[in-house]
C-alpha cells in the first residue's frame, strides 16, 4: 500500500501473534497528563489549533535507541525501549519524569536485545503501577535471546495485546498519521531482523518523520523502489545507530530530509555513527544532532515546521560531531531550542522585541544580497531587540559562492555591521542558519560602532574585520535561509531572512 497522502487512514489491519491472552483491537487511550513543548510536564493541554503539536523525543540511551512520540491530543507512542545491559532503566526514568502514565503503543522495530531491552520493565512497570500498555506492535521476527523470552513473557503475563504489524498496516494515532512502511510480505533476507525492521513515517501536516529502525541496505533499497519520493521527510533518524550498512546515499536522497538524528553511545564499542555515514550527510550538508552530545533531543512539530531543542548546545556539522562533549544516558535538564526547521515560531514564539519575526522582501538575483535598511529602523528583515544587539545588522549575504559552493567556501559568507554609537562585545555569540548548523564568535571578539566583519564559511585566520566557520561544507543556501544570531545567554538578537 502507498501513503495516502494524508487522506483518511484505514484501520490497522493485522495479525495476531500465536501468544496466549493476545487479542483485541487497535487501542487508542490517552495520557493522563500532558506534555510540554519543551518535553516537561505541564497542567495545560499541548492543543492550541485543531491541528494541535506533536513532540518526538529522542531519548539518550547510550549504544541504544527509545523514541517517545506524544500526539496533539496527548496519546502516546514509544519505539523501541533501550539496551538489555541497563533493563530499560534510562527510558522509564525519563517517562517518569515526564509523567506518562500510560503508553498507548509500544512498538518494537526489531528483536534485537539493544531495542527490546526495557520492554519486559516497562509492560511490568506500567500494567502493575500505571495506567497499562494500549498494544504492543511486532516484526514478528522471534529472537533466541533470554530478553526476548523475558519481553514475551511479560506480554503473556499481563494479557496485553499483540500485534504482528507488517508493511501497509497504518496505527491509528490520532490526527497523526503513522504509515507502517515495512518489513514487507514476504520478509527480506532470509528473516534477518535488522532488515525486516518495522519502519514508520509519522505525517502531522506539512511535518514528517521517519523512524527507520536497524534497516540496512537491503530493505532502504525496497523502500526507495516501493515508495520513492513518499519517503521524504522532515527528519530521518539514522538507521542502525549511524552504522555504514544503513543510510545509503539512495536512502538519503530519497528521504531529502532537513536534519538528522543519531542515536548511539560516545564511545561506541562498534564506532558508531562510522565516518562514511557523517560524510554523506556533510556532503548533503544536513545538520545532525547526535544524542551522545546533544543529549535527550525533542522535536516539536506543529505541523508547519519543527522546533529542534536538545539539553546541550553541540556541533551539528556531520563531521564535527566528534567534537562535542558526551552526555551520559540518564542525565537530567530541561532542552533548549537550537533550531527551527521551516514554519512560524511554535505556539506564536517571539523576537526579544515580543514581536514575531517576520520575513524579508525578494532579494535581487546578484549573488551579493544586500540587505537594504536605509532609514535605519527596524525594517521587515530583522528582529530588533534591546542592547548590545540592536544596534548589528546583516550588511550583506553572499549565499551562492562563484563556481562550485563546495570548492570555493570563503565566497559564501555574512556581512555583519555595526549601526550603533558603542562596541559590541561579540565574543560567545553564535551565529545560525536555519537548519541549525551553528557558528560560535570567538571570545573577546569586539565590533566597534560603524564597522563591519565578515563571517566566511571556510576556514582561515580570523582578523578585526574577518572570521571563519571552519565549515567543511556550505552553510547557507542558495534559495533562500535565515542567519540568526545569538547572544552568550543564549537570547535572541538579530534575525534576517533572504529568498
Not at 533499497?221 to 544503513?246: R, W
Not at 536534519?259 to 548533503?284: F, K, M, N, T, W
Not at 521587515?380 to 544587539?389: A, F, L, R, Y
Amino acid at each position: 500500500m502507498k501513503l495516502s497522502g494524508g487522506g483518511p487512514r484505514v484501520l490497522l489491519l493485522v495479525v495476531i501473534i500465536l501468544l496466549a491472552g493476545c487479542a483485541g483491537a487497535v487501542p487508542g487511550g490517552q495520557v493522563s497528563t500532558d506534555t510540554g513543548a519543551n518535553g516537561d510536564a505541564s497542567t495545560e493541554s499541548t492543543v492550541e489549533t485543531a491541528n494541535g503539536t506533536v513532540e518526538v523525543h529522542y531519548i539518550n540511551v547510550g549504544q541504544s535507541v527509545s523514541t517517545l512520540v506524544v500526539g496533539p491530543e496527548g496519546e502516546t507512542m514509544l519505539v523501541d525501549t533501550g539496551h538489555y545491559n541497563d533493563d530499560g532503566e534510562y527510558v522509564l526514568r525519563y517517562l517518569q519524569r515526564h509523567d506518562v502514565t500510560r503508553i498507548d503503543h509500544l512498538v518494537t522495530s526489531h528483536n534485537d536485545a539493544d531495542h527490546i531491552g526495557g520492554n519486559a520493565a516497562l509492560i511490568e512497570y506500567y500494567e502493575t503501577e500505571a495506567d497499562g500498555i494500549g498494544a504492543v506492535y511486532d516484526p514478528g521476527i522471534a529472537a533466541s535471546t533470554q530478553t526476548y523470552a523475558e519481553y514475551l513473557d511479560a506480554v503473556e503475563a499481563h494479557d496485553v495485546t499483540l500485534y504482528e504489524t507488517r508493511e501497509g498496516d497504518a496505527i491509528s494515532f490520532g490526527d497523526v498519521d503513522v504509515d507502517v512502511l515495512g518489513p514487507p510480505e514476504p520478509y527480506l533476507e532470509n528473516e534477518a531482523r535488522n532488515e525486516n525492521s518495522i519502519v514508520l513515517k509519522l505525517t502531522h501536516g506539512e511535518t514528517s518523520f521517519l523512524l527507520s529502525g536497524d534497516a540496512e541496505d537491503d530493505q532502504e533499497e525496497y523502500l526507495i523502489d516501493a515508495y520513492g519520493t513518499e519517503l521524504q521527510s522532515t527528519v530521518l533518524k539514522a538507521g542502525h545507530h549511524g552504522s555504514s550498512s544503513s543510510s545509503s546515499e539512495p536512502f538519503i536522497d530519497a528521504v531529502r530530509p532537513r536534519a538528522v538524528v543519531i542515536s548511539s553511545a560516545y564511545d561506541s564499542q562498534y564506532g558508531h555513527p562510522h565516518d562514511e555515514v557523517l560524510q554523506r550527510l556533510a556532503d548533503r550538508s544536513l545538520p545532525t544532532y547526535w544524542t551522545a552530545t546533544h543529549g535527550d533531543i525533542v522535536l516539536v512539530s506543529d505541523g508547519s515546521g519543527v522546533s529542534v531543542q536538545t539539553q546541550r548546545d553541540a556541533p551539528t556539522d556531520p563531521l564535527a560531531l566528534r567534537d562535542g562533549e558526551p552526555v551520559a544516558p540518564g542525565t537530567s535538564g530541561d532542552v533548549v531550542e537550537r533550531a527551527r526547521l521551516g514554519g512560524d515560531p511554535i505556539d506564536g514564539e517571539a523576537g526579544s522585541d515580543g514581536d514575531e519575526t517576520d520575513e524579508t522582501d525578494e532579494t535581487d538575483d546578484d549573488t551579493d544580497d544586500t540587505v537594504d535598511d536605509t532609514d535605519g529602523t527596524t525594517g521587515e528583515n530583522e528582529t530588533s531587540s534591546t542592547d548590545p544587539g540592536a544596534a548589528l545588522e546583516v550588511a550583506a549575504i553572499n549565499a551562492d559562492a562563484a563556481g562550485d559552493d563546495r570548492e570555493n567556501l570563503n565566497d559564501e559568507y555574512v556581512v555583519f555591521e555595526n549601526t550603533g554609537d558603542d562596541p559590541i562585545e561579540m565574543g560567545g555569540w553564535t551565529v545560525e542558519d536555519e537548519a541549525g548548523r551553528s557558528y560560535e564568535i570567538p571570545s573577546g571578539f569586539t565590533l566597534d560602532a560603524g564597522a563591519t566583519v565578515t563571517v566566511r564559511t571556510g576556514s582561515g585566520t580570523d582578523t578585526d574585520t574577518e572570521l571563519y566557520w571552519g565549515s567543511s561544507s556550505p552553510v547557507w543556501n542558495n534559495d533562500g535561509d535565515t542567519v540568526m544570531v545569538s547572544n552568550g545567554d543564549g537570547e535572541r538578537v538579530l534575525e534576517v531572512t533572504y529568498e
